[in-house]
C-alpha cells in the first residue's frame, strides 16, 4: 500500500525536532534581599538547639519560647527622620565663635595714630599697606611719570589715598591727577629740606621739624652759639641786630615720621618754620606733590568748568544771539551749585537773590491763589495754596528781569529733583565785575519767569485741579459701592488674572485686516 504523504511529512518533522540542540541553561535569578528582614537573626532563630526535636518534650518546648521572644528582633524598623528646627541661638553662638576666630587688627605703638582715630580722621591701614607693596610703591616712585604703566599709577593713586594728611587736603580727583605726577627724592642724614614748593610726605626714615628762637651773641655760656662753628649745617641763622641772632634748629620733641607730611600746596608765607622745613636725622625717601603741578591741575579744572558753562549759558533761549564776549562776562562771575529735591530757591512777592542757568535737572513753578476749604457743619475757610504750573527744565534761565529791575517774583519756585546750575550771586551783578553793557543786554533779551500767565490763567488752572479731585473721589466711591452691593471684592475670583502671555482663546478671536 502506498504510504499516505501526512505521515510521512510529520514523521519528517519529528525527525528534525530530535536534531535539534537543547536550549542553553539559564541562571536562576537572585532573590533580591528584603531590607525589613534581618536575615542574620534569622538564621540564628532558625537554628535554635531542641527546636527539631520532638514537640511534647521538655527542650521544644522552651526552644518554642526562647524562638516565640526573639522572633519580633527579625524585622528592621526604619527610623522615623523629624524635620529639624532652626536654632537660631545656636547660630548666633557660632557667629560669635567665627568672629572670635578672626585675626585681630595688629596695634600699632603710634599714639598719633589713636589721636586721629579719637578725633573722627581717618586711619592709616597698616595691613594693607604690606612691606612688598610698599617696597614696590618706592620702585614705582623712582621712575619718571612717562615711564610708568596704567596699572603703577593705579598702585601710586591707592595708596596715596590711605594717607589721612593727603585725603584732608586734596579731592579724590585731584588726587588721582597728581599721582601721575609725584615722584620721591633720596636726602641724606643732617640735610635740611625746605618745603616752599611743595607738599613733602615722609615715606622712609625720620626728621625733626626746624623752629626759630632767639639768642644773644654776647653770653659765652649759651650752649648753641658755642656748639653753631661745630654743626653748624643744622643752623641757618639772621642777625637782627649786634647782639641778638634768629636761628632755625631742629627740634628734640617735634619729628617727622612715616607718613608724616611738612610743606604745603597753596603757599607758605604764612606758615611756621615747624611746618615749613625738617632736618633728617637717617637718610630719607621723602614723596614730593609741586605745588606747580597742583597749580596746573586747578588751572585745568577752572578751564574745564568754564567751558562748561559758558556751553550751558549759550544754550538758554535768552542768549542764543549774544556775543561770545559778553558770555564770557556771565562766565566768569558764575558759580555751579547743587540744590537738593524739595528746596524752595524763591517765593512768590520777594526779589530772588541769583541768577540760575539750570544745567541738570527741573524746578516745578507754583502761584499762589487763595481758595475756600470745606469744615464741618457747613463752614468753609479761606486759604492760600499753590497751584502748580508748569516746570523750568534744563538749558533754561530765571532771575535776570527780578535782580536788575528789583521787581518781586510771581512765582514760587522749587526743584522737582537733585538740580545743578551755574548761579550768578546779585553781589555780582550790582557790582563792578559785571559792565553796563551786559546789564542792558539781559534787560532786554531776558524776560520774567511764567510772566505771561494771569490771574485768570491761574484761576482756571485751580479750578481744574479741584474739579478732577472731586471727579475722581466721586467715581472711586461709586465704583466700590456698586461692587459691594454685587459682593464682588476686586482683587479676588475672576477680577484676578496674571496672565504672562494671552491665552490661545483669544488670540483665535483676534480679526486680522489685510
Known amino acids: 500500500m502506498p504510504v499516505d504523504s501526512l505521515p510521512t511529512s510529520i514523521l519528517a518533522h519529528m525527525i528534525a525536532i530530535n536534531n535539534v540542540p537543547p536550549p542553553p541553561l539559564r541562571s536562576i535569578p537572585s532573590l533580591r534581599l528584603s531590607k525589613t528582614i534581618n536575615y542574620g537573626q534569622l538564621n540564628a532563630l532558625c537554628h535554635i538547639r531542641g527546636l527539631k526535636s520532638g514537640r511534647h518534650s521538655s527542650v521544644h518546648l522552651e526552644a518554642h519560647d526562647a524562638f516565640i521572644k526573639q522572633y519580633p528582633q527579625i524585622f528592621l524598623h526604619e527610623k522615623t527622620v523629624l524635620p529639624k528646627v532652626p536654632q537660631q541661638v545656636d547660630k548666633r553662638k557660632s557667629c560669635l565663635k567665627l568672629a572670635e576666630k578672626k585675626p585681630q587688627r595688629y596695634k600699632s605703638h603710634n599714639i598719633s595714630a589713636y589721636l586721629r582715630e579719637a578725633r573722627g580722621g581717618p586711619r592709616i591701614d597698616e595691613e594693607e599697606i604690606t612691606e612688598e607693596k610698599f617696597l614696590v610703591f618706592l620702585d614705582i616712585l623712582k621712575k619718571l611719570p612717562v615711564y610708568r604703566t596704567a596699572h603703577e599709577h593705579n598702585l601710586v593713586w591707592k595708596i596715596l589715598k590711605s594717607i589721612p594728611a593727603l585725603t584732608s587736603q586734596l579731592s579724590n580727583e585731584e588726587l ?3 599721582s601721575k605726577k609725584v615722584m620721591s627724592e633720596t636726602w641724606i642724614k643732617g640735610s635740611t629740606v625746605i618745603g616752599d614748593d611743595g607738599l613733602y610726605v615722609m615715606l622712609t626714615g625720620q626728621a625733626r621739624r626746624r623752629i626759630k628762637v632767639f639768642r644773644s651773641l654776647i653770653e659765652e655760656n649759651d650752649s648753641i652759639i658755642s656748639s653753631l662753628s661745630r654743626e653748624s649745617f643744622l643752623f641757618d641763622a639772621e642777625l637782627k641786630d649786634s647782639t641778638v641772632a634768629e636761628l632755625f634748629v631742629p627740634s628734640r620733641k617735634l619729628t617727622v615720621k612715616k607718613w608724616g607730611v611738612f610743606g604745603s600746596l597753596k603757599g607758605t608765607d604764612e606758615m611756621e618754620e615747624s611746618e615749613r622745613s625738617v632736618v633728617t636725622d637717617y637718610d630719607c625717601e621723602i614723596l614730593k606733590i609741586p605745588t606747580k603741578e597742583y597749580e596746573k591741575l586747578k588751572l585745568e579744572k577752572v578751564k574745564r568748568e568754564n567751558a562748561q558753562k559758558l556751553k550751558l549759558i549759550r544754550k538758554c533761549p535768552f542768549y542764543a ?3 561770545t564776549l559778553s558770555i564770557w562776562e556771565l562766565v566768569s562771575i558764575s558759580k555751579m551749585k547743587i540744590f537738593p529735591p524739595g528746596h524752595v530757591l524763591v517765593e512768590s512777592g520777594t526779589v530772588i537773590s541769583f541768577v540760575g542757568y539750570i544745567n541738570s535737572g527741573y524746578c516745578n513753578i507754583y502761584r499762589n491763589i487763595v481758595g475756600l476749604v470745606d469744615l464741618s457743619l457747613n463752614k468753609v475757610k479761606k486759604m492760600k495754596k499753590l497751584v502748580y504750573m508748569g516746570k523750568l527744565k ?45 546789564k542792558e543786554l539781559m534787560i532786554q533779551t531776558a524776560k520774567p519767569t511764567f510772566g505771561h500767565l494771569t490771574e485768570e490763567d491761574v484761576q482756571n488752572e485751580y479750578i481744574k485741579k479741584v474739579q478732577e479731585k472731586q471727579w475722581k473721589y466721586f467715581k472711586n466711591k461709586t465704583i466700590k459701592r456698586i461692587l459691594h452691593c454685587n459682593g464682588v471684592l476686586p482683587g479676588f475670583g475672576k477680577w484676578e488674572h496674571y496672565w504672562s502671555t494671552m491665552p490661545k482663546n483669544i488670540k483665535n478671536t483676534l480679526i486680522s485686516y489685510s
Open 176 to 178: 588721582k591727577m597728581l
Open 394 to 438: 534744563e538749558k533754561e534761565s530765571f532771575g535776570e528781569i527780578s535782580i536788575l529791575l528789583q521787581a518781586p517774583f510771581t512765582c514760587t519756585i522749587i526743584t522737582g529733583r537733585e538740580v545743578e546750575m551755574a548761579v550768578i550771586e546779585d553781589r555780582d551783578i550790582h557790582g563792578k565785575s559785571l559792565d553796563p553793557v551786559t
Open 321 to 323: 544771539t549774544w556775543p
